[in-house]
């Protein structure tokens, strides 16, 4: 039975409750690195034709690009680094005011 509907996201914003003055935020959060890994390994090129569609708009609904695959690695590690730098700074600074 053929999908009445070709387009499976008809929708041209996912998210339309997303502010656009938060959008920004997505790219401080290690998670959207995560996602577009995952994306990447679980619908690669390797999708049926009749997946192709899916894992197409899948991609671009997550705005995953499989060529940005190691820049997503290097952010994550990145920010990872960061965010430990960043506590480790602050217990220090905490920890003086206590002893």
Wanted: with cysteine.
């Amino acid at each position: 039975n053929p999908n009445p509907n070709p387009n499976p996201n008809p929708n041209p914003n996912p998210n339309p409750n997303r502010k656009v003055f938060l959008r920004w935020a997505q790219w401080l959060c290690s998670l959207k690195y995560c996602l577009s890994l995952t994306i990447l390994i679980e619908f690669d090129e390797e999708c049926t034709a009749e997946e192709a569609q899916v894992c197409e708009a899948l991609r671009e609904d997550n705005d995953t690009d499989p060529a940005l695959w190691w820049l997503y690695i290097l952010l994550n590690v990145l920010l990872i680094v960061v965010q430990r730098c960043i506590a480790l700074f602050v217990l220090v600074k905490f920890s003086k005011s206590l002893y």
